[in-house]
Antibody, heavy 120, light 111 residues
């Protein structure tokens, strides 16, 4: 069945750029039926949608993070990626990648999540 | 865009029914039938339990049901079981400028 797996550094210095990749296995990221998104969860806190991408490359972002976020897709590798610039301690969180069907506004398959700590 | 409001905690005894509310505004919950609910056990990724207000994904127990009235959505768990003890989050579509907003989360305790 479809699986998502996040990967990337677990520690990022303040003011630097956080970079994560989500690898999709068991299915194609190029399906016209789905978007692919990033969601984060600071320790002990709730979920926050970061942004999403379609296989064609069209993106949409949370307005509160839009100035610092870039999401891209590599269909040849069945991966999509997140870059968050100028990070601070407030960006410390578990970062999840997830699939969401077009029109359903629901995240139906999630990766296991990866913890990213922002600290010098 | 502010987070949707959920009660911090709800509890119930095994076999009972509990309801978790999720209050938004006329810009999100009130405008779209695109509310979803997620269950999250400690240290685990969220799991989709309800989508489009009241639809259950394949494999989700029919003890979980969703509804909406005005700006408030609700998740009801009937026949409460020990395994239902977890955090629950709602999520709503909020239009093309904001897209998705999550709730503050509710800790469900089975007494």
């Amino acid at each position: 069945q479809l699986q998502l797996q996040e990967s990337g550094p677990g520690l990022v210095k303040p003011s630097e750029t956080l970079s994560l990749t989500c690898t999709v296995s068991g299915g194609s990221i190029s399906s016209s039926s789905y978007y692919w998104g990033w969601i984060r969860q600071p320790p002990g806190k709730g979920l926050e949608w970061i942004g999403s991408i379609y296989y064609s490359g069209s993106t949409y972002y949370n307005p509160s993070l839009k100035s610092r976020v870039t999401i891209s897709v590599d269909t040849s590798k069945n991966q999509f990626s997140l870059k968050l610039s100028s990070v601070t301690a407030a960006d410390t969180a578990v970062y999840y990648c997830a699939r969401h069907p077009r029109g359903a506004a629901a995240f139906d398959i999630w990766g296991q999540g990866t913890m990213v700590t922002v600290s010098s | 865009q502010s987070a949707l409001t959920q009660p911090a905690s709800v509890s119930g005894s095994p076999g009972q029914s509990i309801t978790i509310s999720c209050t938004g505004t006329s810009s999100d919950v009130g405008s779209y039938n695109l509310v979803s609910w997620y269950q999250q056990h400690p240290g685990k990724a969220p799991k989709l339990m309800i989508y489009e207000v009241s639809k259950r994904p394949s494999g989700v127990s029919n003890r979980f049901s969703g509804s909406k009235s005005g700006n408030t959505a609700s998740l009801t768990i009937s026949g409460l079981q020990a395994e239902d003890e977890a955090d629950y989050y709602c999520c709503s579509y909020a239009g093309s400028s904001t897209d998705y907003v999550f709730g503050t989360g509710t800790k469900v305790t089975v007494l």
